[in-house]
Structures are given as structure tokens and as C-alpha cells.
């Protein structure tokens, strides 16, 4: 099984529906984060969280939330979707500060 | 200055070529750096780590210039199997997360 495990891998949702997109992970890491991919934009930061009780929001959270379940459990909402959240979602997790991060696989959502 | 500028190339190279990617990070206060690879669609991976003093592994070398804020990596011996996204990867102000470039496109060919 993977290390980061998001679901689902793909999801096709219409404007004005909510959505999670679910991240769990088995490498008793503390810190997770939900990142966005959009075509020439790179990587930007949604969401993080150091522990349970910690969220933080980063670059770009308008229009989502997140939950922390439990330390190998890090969700991500979208309320209300609309079409420029289309994009690929990763989930990573890392030690601590100064560590590189581990990625899910990745979910592509499309909002039509 | 962005936070984090590569050249988004494409680099097309034929395989055996020795090609050298380069990153501007504008965060004097970083303490963290990495290379990660992407493949197309896929999740991006950790390559390397870099540290001040530069690091090899096997045919990757990574380089860090503090003063000029400034790392590169460099691939020798280019493989058709190194065609990828190369991501320079930074910590942020507050250290608190990673910012990454947008990342340079490298083609091998045979």
C-alpha cells in the first residue's frame, strides 16, 4: 500500500456541489498539507496542519476547508465547487521542518 | 522577485548530454532545499536534498549559493528515463511549509 493514500483518484462534479477529497497516510508523520497544480501556475499551497488540533490556512484557501480526523487522516472541502478549481490536488506529509515531503498520487478533479 | 524562478525550458538534449538546471529563490532567510522530479500527471518525488556544501548522488550534483540565492542541479550522463519536470523546492518565510517552482521540462532523446 501506498505511504499517501488520497481518494479519489478522479472526480467529475458539477458548479455549486460540495466535495472531499480525502487523504490518509501511514508514515506517522505529523505534518500535512493539501496543494494544488494548475498548468503553468506550479504547485500552491492550500491548507496545512502540524497536528490534529493545528490548521493553518495557506496561499489560496478561499473556497475550501479542511479537516484534521486524526493524525493520518487530513481532508479537503470544497463547499461549493466552481470550474476554476479544476486542477490536480496533492496531499503530502513530512517529518518536521527541514524534511522533504511525501506526495499521494494525486486527484484530478474537474468542475463543470 | 518571485518566490521561487527556474527556467521553465523545455531542454531537449540527446541522451549522454550533460545538462544543468538553475533555480532563484528570493527568501534570504531559507534553510531548506530540495530537487524534486514529476513525471506527467504523476505525483512530484523527491530527487535530492541540498545542502551548502553541494551533494552528488550517483549522476545528479546539487549546488547552493547562499549569497547569490542561487542552486542548480546538474545531470551528467543524461538517460532517455531522466525526461521530466524538475522541481526547485524552498522553505517559506515562516518555514512553515515548501514553495515550489514551476518547474523546468527536460527532454532526452535517443
Known amino acids: 500500500d501506498a505511504d499517501v493514500t488520497q481518494t479519489p483518484r478522479n472526480r467529475i462534479t458539477k458548479t455549486g456541489k460540495r466535495i472531499m477529497l480525502e487523504c490518509s497516510q501511514t508514515?506517522?508523520?505529523?505534518?500535512m498539507y493539501w496543494y494544488r497544480q494548475d498548468p503553468g501556475l506550479g504547485l500552491r499551497l492550500i491548507y496545512y496542519?502540524?497536528?490534529?488540533?493545528?490548521?493553518n490556512k495557506g496561499e489560496i484557501s478561499d473556497g475550501y476547508s479542511v479537516s484534521r480526523q486524526a493524525q493520518a487522516k487530513f481532508s479537503l472541502s470544497l463547499e461549493s465547487a466552481i470550474p476554476n478549481q479544476t486542477a490536480l490536488y496533492f496531499c503530502?506529509?513530512?517529518?518536521?521542518?527541514?524534511?522533504?515531503?511525501?506526495f499521494g498520487s494525486g486527484t484530478r478533479l474537474t468542475v463543470v | 522577485r518571485k518566490e521561487v524562478e527556474q527556467d521553465p525550458g523545455p531542454f531537449n538534449v540527446p541522451e549522454g548530454a550533460t545538462v544543468a538546471f538553475n533555480c532563484t529563490y528570493s527568501?534570504?532567510?531559507?534553510?531548506?532545499f530540495f530537487w524534486y522530479r514529476q513525471d506527467c500527471r504523476k505525483e512530484p518525488k523527491l530527487l535530492m536534498s541540498?545542502?551548502?556544501s553541494g551533494n552528488e548522488d550517483g549522476r545528479f550534483t546539487a549546488q547552493l549559493n547562499r549569497a547569490s540565492q542561487y542552486i542548480s542541479l546538474l545531470i551528467r550522463d543524461s538517460k532517455l528515463s531522466d525526461s521530466a519536470t524538475y522541481l526547485c523546492?524552498?522553505?517559506?518565510?515562516?518555514?512553515?511549509?515548501?514553495?515550489f517552482g514551476k518547474g523546468t521540462t527536460l527532454s532526452v532523446s535517443s
Open positions: 527568501n534570504s532567510a531559507s534553510q531548506s
Open positions: 503530502a506529509t513530512s517529518r518536521r521542518t527541514g524534511y522533504g515531503y511525501t
Open positions: 496542519s502540524f497536528d490534529v488540533k493545528d490548521i
Open positions: 508514515k506517522g508523520h505529523d505534518r
Open positions: 523546492v524552498v522553505n517559506n518565510q515562516a518555514g512553515t511549509a515548501l514553495i
Open positions: 541540498v545542502y551548502s
